[in-house]
Nanobody, 123 residues
Framework: QVQLVESGGGLVQAGGSLNLSCAASGRTSSRSAMGWFRQAPGKEREFVAAGSGGVTYYGESVKGRFFNSRDNAKNTVLLQMNSLGPDDTAVYYC??????????????????WGQGTQVTVSS
């Protein structure tokens, strides 16, 4: 089992930046994928970013604005979010393990989920 704990959510003004962090514990592996999803009220959960083996994929709506990085020594993943807008308001979930790849677009089916952290962007 892997436990994931997110931190760093909060309220930010449109155009601002925010960093999320996720700490993994348990049966972790540096070779496993780790990343993020988000879910806005009334919408389906959306892939944000994930990486494995030095390769990172991003969802179309965040490309060029969000950056996912990983510290394998600390078993943490960081999501740097820039140029935030109201449409980025959502609960952000850390994810780990599972299958990450790219077909017509990036896909990620994780094995483990964090509890989520709220990000609210005011206009």
């Amino acid at each position: 089992q892997v436990q994931l704990v997110e931190s760093g959510g909060g309220l930010v003004q449109a155009g601002g930046s925010l960093n999320l962090s996720c700490a993994a514990s348990g049966r972790t592996s540096s070779r496993s994928a780790m990343g993020w999803f988000r879910q806005a009220p009334g919408k389906e959960r959306e892939f944000v970013a994930a990486g494995s083996g030095g390769v990172t994929y991003y969802g179309e709506s965040v490309k060029g604005r969000f950056f996912n990085s990983r510290d394998n020594a600390k078993n943490t993943v960081l999501l740097q979010m820039n140029s935030l807008g109201p449409d980025d308001t959502a609960v952000y979930y850390c994810a780990a393990g599972g299958r990450l790849g790219y077909g017509l677009r990036a896909y990620y089916y994780p094995d483990y989920w964090g509890q989520g952290t709220q990000v609210t962007v005011s206009s």
